[in-house]
């Protein structure tokens, strides 16, 4: 690649290629994705306080999307603290202050009591762990108002149900994945913007292919 887009760069992964006059750009559509999908479901992240919830490849993304956009503080939870740690550091250097904030999923109590917007981004909640939440405490849902779920199927994950039930708002990964296709479609076809119709019959397809 002659060029990698700053997403890329920042998330550590290209996933697509356009071609240049003089060589391919590398881009990353999942941090696009996501931050589409939360525009859509009118999710605001200026100033707000975040949990993030993982620190793989998707949390990457999600934690890049949360820094650019203005969150004020995020608390990264994850199974493997240093794993929260390398994260943290990196969206720390990416923001130039110290916003992130790693944390032990089994010590996810000592997070400070607040309002949250709370981003989902590991396979807990999927087939074959369906029936799991990442945190099983229902008093942990109680501090998130929004939370936004990478998985898109099923439809309504157990950390969905636990957040609704407290009396948040809760969305799944369709939107995410569906855009993610494409602003990929945009980037091979400068000028091109696909219509909010198409991305409708695309959502209704994929939910006949699921069986919804």
Same mark, same amino acid.
Not at 3 to 10: L, M, N, Q, S, T
């Given at each position: 690649?002659?060029?990698?887009?700053?997403?890329?760069?920042?998330?550590?992964?290209?996933?697509?290629? /356009?071609?240049?006059?003089?060589?391919?750009?590398?881009?990353?559509?999942?941090?696009? &994705?996501?931050?589409?999908?939360?525009?859509?479901?009118?999710?605001?992240?200026?100033?707000?306080?975040?949990?993030?919830?993982?620190? &793989?490849?998707?949390?990457?993304?999600?934690?890049?999307?949360?820094?650019?956009? &203005?969150?004020?503080?995020?608390?990264?939870?994850?199974?493997?603290?240093?794993?929260?740690?390398?994260?943290?550091?990196?969206?720390?250097?990416?923001?130039?202050?110290?916003?992130?904030?790693?944390?032990?999923?089994?010590?996810?109590? +000592? /997070?400070?009591?607040?309002?949250?917007?709370?981003?989902?981004?590991?396979?807990?909640?999927?087939?074959?762990?369906?029936?799991?939440?990442?945190?099983?405490?229902?008093?942990?849902? +109680?501090?998130?108002?929004?939370?936004?779920?990478?998985?898109?199927?099923?439809?309504?994950?157990?950390?969905?149900?636990?957040?609704?039930?407290?009396?948040?708002?809760?969305?799944?990964?369709?939107?995410?994945?569906?855009?993610?296709?494409?602003?990929?479609?945009?980037?091979?076809?400068?000028?091109?913007?696909?219509?909010?119709?198409?991305?409708?019959?695309?959502? &209704?397809? /994929?939910?006949?292919?699921?069986?919804?």
């Amino acid at each position: 690649m002659k060029e990698i887009d700053e997403g890329a760069r920042v998330i550590g992964a290209v996933n697509t290629l /356009v071609w240049r006059e003089d060589g391919y750009v590398g881009y990353n559509t999942d941090a696009a &994705g996501i931050l589409r999908a939360m525009k859509e479901e009118g999710i605001v992240i200026k100033d707000s306080a975040c949990i993030l919830i993982g620190a &793989g490849g998707a949390a990457k993304a999600a934690g890049y999307v949360l820094v650019k956009n &203005g969150a004020r503080v995020i608390y990264i939870l994850n199974r493997s603290l240093e794993r929260a740690k390398e994260l943290a550091q990196e969206l720390n250097l990416l923001a130039g202050r110290e916003l992130a904030k790693p944390v032990a999923l089994a010590d996810y109590r +000592s /997070v400070p009591k607040d309002s949250y917007l709370a981003v989902q981004t590991t396979s807990v909640g999927m087939s074959p762990k369906a029936d799991a939440a990442p945190v099983e405490d229902r008093e942990f849902y +109680s501090m998130i108002h929004t939370g936004f779920d990478a998985v898109y199927t099923p439809a309504e994950t157990k950390f969905m149900r636990y957040i609704k039930d407290a009396g948040g708002k809760a969305c799944n990964g369709l939107m995410m994945l569906l855009y993610q296709g494409v602003i990929g479609y945009e980037l091979w076809n400068p000028g091109v913007t696909v219509r909010p119709e198409t991305v409708e019959e695309a959502k &209704g397809k /994929v939910l006949e292919l699921l069986g919804r």
